[in-house]
């Protein structure tokens, strides 16, 4: 688990690229430059841990691409202490930058494969979200609501109601919406009162799909 400062320039530069392409958020231009990425990917991968792009994690699934990351994060507008719901801990990097803007985090995984291995990784990396949990984020988690905001990781054929039950009177749901195999909509509700919520949509993205139940 080494950190240098080749890794060091390369985040930077990562981050550099990702304000070129449209990131003004400093907090997460910040949590970028600081999460070591290479540490969250299989050693076969280090090489190329600071392109822009996705990777496989195994069981399936990817890490999302940087640019992506930082687009939902941008969206949530974190403030310190807010309590922000993830669905799809996957490697557990969106967790860390998350974590690192100054939120609580509660995340939720269905494959178990993944969710041991980055409950082993993230506090090794002194990475500590309030929850990880093994589950299934379609139902998100009653117990802990209401939440600041809720980021889904995942492509969903449609925004699940448990999910905008669980957000705060003013919060943010951010979920990528579309159809297995095809791209997905970026979607940002914002709930405006008990029953209102705003829908906001930014364009095409390419996510694996948010299945049901638990593996
Ligand atoms: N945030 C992750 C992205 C991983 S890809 C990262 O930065 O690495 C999406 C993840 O969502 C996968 O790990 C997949 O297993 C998980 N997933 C899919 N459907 C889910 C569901 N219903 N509940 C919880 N996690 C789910």
Redesign the pocket.
């Known amino acids: 688990m080494k950190d240098t400062a080749k890794h060091q320039g390369l985040r930077n530069q990562l981050a550099s690229v990702l304000s070129q392409k449209g990131i003004t958020d400093k907090n997460v231009l910040e949590a970028i430059k600081k999460i070591p990425r290479h540490l ?1 990917l299989n050693s076969s991968f280090e090489d190329y841990a600071y392109q822009d792009k996705a990777f496989p ?1 195994g ?6 691409q940087p640019y992506t ?1 930082a687009f939902q994060s941008q969206l949530l507008e974190v403030k310190k202490d807010d309590k922000v719901l ?10 860390a930058v998350l974590y690192t803007m100054g939120a609580k985090v509660f995340s ?4 178990n494969e ?1 969710f041991k291995s980055t409950s082993l990784l993230l506090p090794k990396l002194n990475i500590r979200p309030k929850l990880l949990t093994f ?4 139902k998100g988690l009653p117990n802990y609501a209401p939440f600041d905001s809720i980021i889904v ?2 492509g969903a054929p449609m925004i699940p109601q448990p999910l905008m039950a669980q957000l705060k009177v003013g919060g943010r749901l951010v979920i990528p919406v579309g159809e297995e195999g095809q791209a997905q909509i970026m979607t940002m509700l914002i709930r405006k009162n008990e029953t209102q919520f705003e829908k906001h949509e930014f364009g095409e993205f390419r ?9």
Not at 108 to 111: D, G, L, Y
Not at 135 to 138: H, K
Not at 207 to 215: A, C
């Open positions: 969250f994690i069981a399936g699934q990817t890490i999302s990351v993830e669905i799809g801990t996957g490697s557990g990097y969106q967790t939720i995984e269905r494959q993944l589950g299934d984020g379609y990781t995942a996510f694996v799909p948010l299945l049901e139940n638990k593996n």
